[in-house]
């Protein structure tokens, strides 16, 4: 194993030895914000604002994770850990917290929190095939193929994963939090709520969680 990437808890004295790349409108980034919040870690990180697109990465930590994405999470040692779900793992252990179960249920969490990074996926790809295409070759089909995956993952959440996130506060319900408040943000002539009030009401509680409420895109 790379030693440089043990797991190595320097938070101390008002230090801050980690740095998170990130930008305030990318949902990806709010699971993060969200998982500090909800583990106390918030004020122990430096923030660097980062802004870039698939088509211009000049604004992106491209020396940290190749691949020109945030969040990117790099630690004291200058080793980087991405993407998202990497980050709110190793804060979790970081901070001790229960994010993720350690041995029951872990496998439902994760599944939970990959859907809801689905639906952010399909939902992300949307705003760029607006916003980096020229108008004329802009895929209404295509756009319709990615809603339709978000539709399929919704219902399913709506059908098999409401006791889940109505017993529990784990990565995968913060993740489901975050996909439906960035539909929100981007996608409202959608109006993911039609057809799902169980997860419509869900909703509406978890997003007065002060982790919620205090990482709103912009
Ligand atoms: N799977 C990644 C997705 C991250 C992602 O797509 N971030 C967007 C901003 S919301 C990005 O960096 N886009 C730039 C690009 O795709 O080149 C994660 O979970 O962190």
Redesign the pocket.
Known sequence: MNPAYTLAPKINQGEKELKLYNAPP???GRKVRVCLAETGLSGELELEAAI???LD?SGMPTDHNPL????CLVLDDGHAL????VITRYLNALAGGALYPEEDGLWATLTLEATA?GILDAA?LMVYERRCRPEEIVSDTWLDGQWAKVSRALDAIENEWMDHLETKIDMGSIAVGVALGYLDFRHPERNWRHGRKRLAEWESDFAKRPSMATTLPE
């Open positions: 990318s949902p990806f870039g697109t698939p990465a020109g994405k945030i969040p991405y993407d998202s779900r990074d992300v």
